[in-house]
């Protein structure tokens, strides 16, 4: 079935670049999505990618796609201890469900 | 502009009973989704609404049902309610226009069953 891993914990020291990586497996997808998720702040769309894209940027934010691999990541440049969060993966599928997957638990490290 | 609000934003029910949650979206946008999230299972998607008609479903049980009104405000209703049930329920309004996505949560009505 319709699944998106990530992995769940991600620690990095304050001011390196964070990157998570996310894999999906339904190769129709067309939408790709990231969500930050910070304790009492409820859930962000943070950036999304048209699956016809291959990166798209937006200020400190970098979406990579392989398609071929189904792979997905973000890139947070010049990580700050406000971006401590949960970031979700999430995968719009050809039936137009959309799959999320586990989190992965950002620690920025001061 | 007023943000997404749910209501309520706490609830107590018992197991066997029904419970309807409220969701008014961002004036303009007549995309209203619904997820659930629990420890355990952690985010789902329930289903999307557009202009009163359900444009798609999550895999959940007949028990999860939802509609949409003309002024986009949405509603879910769960009956039987389950232990399991038990869990934060967010609503999205969503909008998109030339190729630009946007999306915002509300706070979420949180659910316990009993």
């Known amino acids: 079935g319709e699944d998106v891993e990530q992995s769940l914990f991600l620690s990095v020291r304050e001011g390196d670049s964070s990157v998570i990586n996310c894999t999906y497996t339904?190769?129709?997808?067309?939408?790709l999505y990231w969500y930050k998720q910070e304790p009492g702040a409820g859930l962000q769309l943070l950036t999304y990618?048209?699956?016809?894209?291959d990166m798209k940027q937006d200020q400190r934010l970098t979406v990579l796609l392989n398609k071929k691999d189904k792979h997905l990541s973000l890139r947070i440049a010049d990580t700050q201890t406000g971006d401590s969060a949960i970031y979700f993966c999430?995968?719009?599928?050809?039936?137009?469900?959309?799959?999320f997957g586990p989190g992965t638990s950002l620690s920025v490290i001061p | 502009k007023a943000g997404v609000t749910q209501t309520p934003r706490y609830l107590i029910k018992t197991r066997g009973q029904q419970v309807t949650l409220s969701c008014s979206p961002i004036s303009g946008h007549r995309s209203v989704s619904w997820y659930q999230q629990t420890p355990g299972q952690g985010l789902q998607f329930l289903f999307e609404y557009f202009s009163e008609t359900q444009r798609n479903k999550g895999n959940f049980p007949g028990r999860f049902s939802g509609r949409q009104f003309s002024n986009s405000r949405s509603e879910m209703n769960v009956s039987t309610l389950e232990l399991g049930d038990s869990a934060l329920y967010l609503c999205?309004?969503?909008?998109?226009?030339?190729?630009?996505?946007?999306?915002?949560f509300g706070p979420g009505t949180r659910l316990t069953v009993t």
């Open positions: 999430a995968a719009k599928t050809s039936y137009d469900k959309v799959i």
């Open positions: 339904d190769s129709s997808s067309t939408y």
């Open positions: 999205a309004s969503s909008a998109s226009s030339g190729g630009t996505i946007e999306q915002y």
């Open positions: 990618i048209f699956s016809n894209m």
